[in-house]
């Protein structure tokens, strides 16, 4: 797609729960990353796939939280019995290779507001 | 580990010029990344700098010194759009390091 696609834009749900939640990325990226921003801070890195496979999962808090790519393109974020603490918006990014020279730019999309109640 | 320190908060005013720096410390570093972010959207790029020096794009210029572990983006002629949080953030080296580090943001509310 032209940008990176995320779904849903607002997820409520009840502590105890679990959540999927979607990223769609720019065509042809294969890079693509998983971060939270609780407000007034900046991005948390959670996870960085590389095609189909986890390269750096460093990020994750706990093994509550689980993200899959399984094609190399979607990715999905899960997370189990969900906290009140993990209210938060998680931003998915992507970008064109995985390398670390050259800009290599991140292209965020618009992020899933999770609250947990 | 990475450690990223920027100003929260900052006011200037419509038309002028203002400073928003960086220090960061980093156990690899390969680029710094500014990113602006308006209020309930997505972080959008603004700059990367990898080498010292300046790179200016249009009413926008970052700096970086890597010795010193400091950056700063520096905004002319600003305008009431400019007002957002601007993030700077770090990118490590070595290993599958590809992913950015941000600092907490720089809220930067312009005024009339």
């Known amino acids: 797609g032209a940008g990176v696609s995320q779904t849903p834009s607002n997820k409520v749900t009840e502590k105890g729960k679990y959540v999927e939640l979607r990223c769609d990325p720019i065509?042809?990226?294969?890079?693509l990353y998983w971060y939270r921003q609780s407000l007034g801070q900046g991005p948390e890195f959670l996870i960085y796939f590389q095609g189909t496979g986890a390269a750096d999962d460093s990020g994750l808090p706990n093994d509550r939280f689980f993200a899959v790519r399984p094609e190399g393109s979607v990715s999905t974020l899960k997370i189990q019995r969900t906290e009140r603490g993990d209210s938060a918006v998680y931003l998915c990014a992507s970008s064109l290779g995985g390398g670390n020279s050259g800009a290599n730019v991140l292209t965020f999309g618009a992020g899933s507001r999770l609250t947990v109640l | 580990g990475q450690n990223i320190d920027q100003p929260t908060e900052m006011t200037a005013t419509e038309g002028a010029i203002v400073q928003i720096n960086c220090t960061y410390q980093?156990?690899?570093?390969?680029?710094l990344f500014w990113y602006q972010q308006h209020a309930g959207e997505a972080p959008t790029f603004l700059s990367y700098n990898v080498l010292d020096g300046l790179e200016e794009k249009g009413r926008f210029s970052s700096f970086l010194s890597r010795s010193k572990g400091y950056s700063y983006l520096l905004l002319k002629e600003l305008q009431m759009k400019d007002s957002a949080s601007y993030l700077c953030?770090?990118?490590?080296?070595?290993?599958?390091?590809?992913?950015?580090?941000f600092g907490t943001g720089t809220l930067l509310a312009v005024q009339p």
């Open positions: 953030a770090v990118r490590g080296r070595g290993g599958a390091t590809n992913k950015l580090i």
């Open positions: 980093t156990s690899g570093f390969n680029g």
């Open positions: 065509s042809g990226h294969t890079a």
